[in-house]
């Protein structure tokens, strides 16, 4: 799925990365945990989260994710923004809560990432 | 490729440069030309070695020595150390307050991390002393 139709879908706002809505992520991952994240092993992947700081984004440069949707309305402040830019991620920003937003991506064909079980 | 040594100090508490190691161990491993798989191993591996400092500890160190086989990480602390590294090692068991949680970690899941994604590993620790963590990554086994 195109990033510009999870925006679509979501109904979401583009914070960083207006340019790059054409790039294509095969997965989608939730939550609001940092170290679920750091378990997941897929390229190409959305996470959707409710956590706004700058953790959030450095587990994302860490975990190779390009693109990270805020959920329930939350908008991160400009070194968290400025941090994504420099890192070349595209971040949205959706009012849906978590639920809402993961089911209306899965019930697009939006599927979930593996986790690394081990 | 030859072998390259990095070292970065990790102060405690200080969350708003927290990642700051992992990051620039992660570009650089990208400039020498590392397979990506192996430096996502490396990067959750610095990563939540450079939070339980920041965490956990009164300060430390991170080094990792690259060689054309393996990649190896030693992150380092000067305390307090850990009573019962085997308990640090289960999954869900933590120490981290809550709003460490905040930040979307201490959920006991580091260790296990950090062990899931190394080759080797080895966790030492001496109350009052240190904690050390070892890991090494081989390059052929991705």
């Not at chain 1, 190409?44 to 953790?55: A, D, E, R, Y």
């Not at chain 2, 397979?35 to 080094?63: D, L, P, Q």
């Amino acid at each position: 799925m195109k990033l510009i139709e999870v925006k679509k879908l979501l109904d979401a706002e583009v914070l960083v990365g207006e340019d790059a809505l054409e790039s294509e992520i095969i997965s989608a991952f939730a939550c609001d945990l940092m170290s679920d994240v750091l378990a997941f092993v897929e390229d190409k992947s959305l996470l959707l989260t409710g956590l706004v700081n700058k953790q959030t984004i450095r587990t994302a440069e860490m975990m190779d994710i390009e693109a990270i949707i805020f959920v329930r309305g939350k908008i991160p402040n400009q070194e968290i923004l400025s941090l994504a830019k420099e890192n070349n991620m595209v971040i949205l920003t959706t009012k849906h809560i978590l639920y809402q937003s993961c089911g209306i991506l899965y019930n697009n064909g939006l599927r979930g990432a593996n986790i690394m079980h081990k | 490729m030859g072998t390259a040594n990095l070292a970065f100090n990790v102060a405690k508490e200080d969350f708003s440069k927290a990642g700051e190691a992992s990051s620039s161990i992660k570009k650089t491993l990208k400039k020498l030309g590392i397979e990506s798989k192996i430096i996502r191993k490396v990067a959750i591996v610095t990563y939540e070695a450079e939070m339980n400092i920041v965490i956990h500890s009164f300060g430390g160190e991170i080094r990792v020595r690259i060689d054309t086989e393996k990649i190896e990480i030693q992150a380092i602390d000067q305390g307090p150390g850990i009573e019962d590294t085997q308990k640090a090692m289960e999954i869900g068991f933590s120490t981290a307050p809550q709003e460490v949680r905040e930040l979307g970690f201490g959920a006991g899941m580091g260790l296990p991390n950090i062990k899931r994604n190394s080759d080797e590993f080895t966790i030492t620790s001496e109350i009052n002393q240190y904690t050390k963590i070892e890991s090494i990554i081989y390059l052929s086994n991705s």
